[in-house]
C-alpha cells in the first residue's frame, strides 16, 4: 500500500490536509494528514504542491485509425498525463472510419489497446440514416452519441441538422447525446487573414439558433442532451431557462473561450482557428460568470489538433485553415491562471475538470479523491510559473506558445502508478 500525504489536497469539494491511502488501483481511505497507517511507502508532498484528484476529459479528437498524422493514441495520452488528465473520452470523428457502428468501434479500439498512458473511452457518432445503430452503440459501450448540427468539417461525417429522430432512438434507452450547435443557415464562408472577419461569419446567433431548436428537440422527445464546446453568452439565458423548465442539458466550455479574446487574436495567425470562434473579452467574463453559477457545467479540451500545413500558416488565410486547437497538455494550467486571477481555487477547478465530466459521462470511479475511486492522483504546483515550450502531442502547434502560465503537474498517477512508465491505460465502457 501507499500514502500520499499532503497538507493541501482537494477532498469532497474543499482544499484541506489529508493522507490518501491506495492498495493497488483504488483509494482505500482518506485519513487525517498525520493518521498512522500501515503502508509499504510514502508519498509526502511538499508545501508548494496540492494533491489533485485526476481530471477527465470528455471531449479530445485523436484522429486515430485513418487520420494518425494528426495525431495518434500513444501521443494523445502522454499529452494527457503531462497535463494531469487520467481519463479521455475520444471524439467518434476524424478517425477513419468514424464511429457510427458497433464494427467501426471495434476499429478504433483495437488501434487503441495497448498505446494509451490514461484510460481512454469512446463517443459514438449520430449520422443521417445511422439511427438503428445507436442503441448498439450504446449497448457496446460508448458513453453517448454526438452530432453535428453544422458541416462538421469531414465529408465522412455529415451533419444532422434537426436530431429529431437521433433523440427518439436515444431517449428510449436514455442515453446521452451531443450536439456541436451552429446553425448553417447564420453562417457564411469568409477568407483572408482578418480574424474579424472569420467571428463574424460565424456569430453567436448561429450558436443561439441551434441550442434552441436542440432544448426544443430535448423538451419534446424527452432525450439528454449535452451542449459541447459552448462559444456565445448570449445562449446562457437560453440554457438556464430549459434546465428550470425540466430538460435535461448540460453544457461545457473550453480553455481556449476561457482564456483568449478575439480583440487579441492577430490578423493570419490561423493557430487561433476554431469552430465555433473565440469571442470578445466581454463574452469571455460572462462565460466565467456562467461556470462559476453553474449554467455551464464543466470545461474540457475540445483537443482538436492536426498537422502543421493544414492550418494553412503560409497564407494566414482563416477560411482555408483547419479549425481546431491542441490543448490536451495545456489545460489545467490555462483554466488555473484565469481561475486564480479571478478569485477561484483549486477545489473549483477539480469540480469543473474532473468530478463533472466524470458525471457526465457516469464514470462512478473517476473525478475525486474518494474512497473506492480509481488512485488516479495528480501532483501540482499552484503557484510555479512556467513558459510553454515542449508538448507532447503529435503536432505541437498551439496559440499558446510561449505563454506564461501559472501550474506545474509535478506528477501523474493512473490508478496509483506514475503514468511515466509503461503504457498501461484501459479501455473504458459505459458503466464500467
Known sequence: MIVFRADRAVVDGVERPAAVLVDGERIVAVLARDGEVDADREVVLAADEVLLPGLVDTHVHVNEPGRTEWEGFATATRAAAAGGVTTIVDMPLNSLPPTLDVAALEVKRAAARGQCAVDVGFWGGAVPGNEAQLRALHEAGVFGVKCFMIDSGVPEFPALTSPRDALREVAAFDGLLIAHAEDGELVHDAHGPRYADFVASRPGAAEDSAIAHLLELAAETGARVHVVHL?????????????????????????????????????????????????????????????????????????SPCTPELKRLDVGDFGLAWGGIASLQLGLPLVWTQARARGHGPADVVRWMSQRPAELVGLARKGGIVAGHDADLVVFAPDEEFEVGRLHHRNPVTPYAGRRLHGVVRATYLRGAPTDGPPRGELLRRGG
Not at 237 to 242: E, G, N, P, S
Not at 250 to 257: G, M, R, S, V
Request: charged share 30%; glycine share 4%; proline share 5%.
Open 231 to 303: 462559444s456565445s453568452a448570449d445562449a446562457l439565458d437560453r440554457l438556464a431557462k430549459a434546465r428550470a423548465d425540466g430538460v435535461r442539458v448540460t453544457a461545457e466550455t473550453c480553455p481556449h473561450y476561457l482564456t483568449l479574446a478575439a480583440e487579441e487574436v492577430p490578423d493570419g495567425d490561423t493557430r487561433f482557428k476554431c469552430c465555433p470562434p473565440i469571442r470578445d473579452a466581454d463574452n469571455r467574463d460572462r462565460l466565467w460568470q456562467a461556470l462559476a453559477e453553474g449554467t455551464i457545467d464543466l470545461v474540457v479540451s475540445d483537443h
